[in-house]
């Protein structure tokens, strides 16, 4: 929904000052740019052979542009273009600028480096999941927030709706997570809500908690050019 460079842009009116749907509209620049500069690092490694780096960039972009004018987003560029030899304008277009999922195949490739999934064993149940955020209000179970695509947005939940009970159970603010347990991904219940004074049953069907968990490790089918490559990128004073 937001690129990184929106993430920049608007960082004043929207990333500190986040309302309750900013999770499901926002980004963070610190985190995306910091992932968009290590594949930037990549490419330009790769299309140097390994002479160049990011490093350079900002070296050049310094000795040209630190007086006191600074320089444009496309003057960067420039100088990010001209120290690799190539042009980045499909990688400024779809990492920097585009909404897009990441794509790390050509660092991991540079690199010699893989992901493995972290997240738990397929034979261990997931824990059962809304996909909301909520609130101990003075004993009351309030909804702060509803990710998109989840059982919870499905159901209809809204925030500021002040979940009362599961099954016809009443729902203790401080015990949301024990209630959770009794139940597994897949079960329906109907969810009992106050909304602005109104009662409202909601038909839920709980989901599996997404982990998203992956570990970067280093890839043992590497190639003597991946492995020298990885080595300079750690050791950037090494011959």
Do not use: C, H
């Amino acid at each position: 929904m937001q690129s990184a460079e929106m993430a920049s842009y608007d960082a004043w009116i929207k990333y500190y000052r986040p309302d309750e749907n900013s999770i499901n509209t926002a980004v963070s620049y610190y985190t995306k740019g910091s992932i968009v500069g290590l594949l930037l690092d990549a490419r330009i490694r790769k299309a140097t052979n390994g002479a160049k780096s990011l490093d350079d960039v900002m070296k050049a972009a310094y000795e040209k542009y630190s007086g006191m004018r600074g320089y444009t987003a496309d003057e960067f560029r420039a100088v990010a273009e001209q120290v690799a030899g190539v042009s980045l304008k499909g990688f400024w277009d779809s990492a920097v600028s585009g909404t897009g999922e990441l794509d790390y195949q050509e660092t991991l490739e540079t690199l010699g480096l893989r992901f493995r999934s972290a997240s738990a064993p397929a034979d261990r149940p997931g824990r059962t999941w809304m996909g909301i955020g909520t609130r101990n209000d003075a004993g009351r179970l309030v909804v702060t927030q509803v990710r998109r695509d989840t059982p919870g947005l499905a159901a209809g939940l809204n925030v500021d709706d002040e979940i009362l009970a599961i099954d016809n159970y009443r729902v203790r603010a401080d015990r949301l997570d024990n209630r959770l347990e009794q139940y597994r991904p897949g079960d329906k219940v109907t969810l009992l809500v106050a909304r602005r004074e109104q009662l409202l049953r909601l038909d839920l069907t709980f989901g599996t908690e997404p982990t998203g968990a992956w570990r970067l490790e280093v890839n043992p089918s590497a190639t003597d050019a991946q492995q020298s490559s990885r080595g300079r990128w750690l050791n950037p004073g090494r011959a």
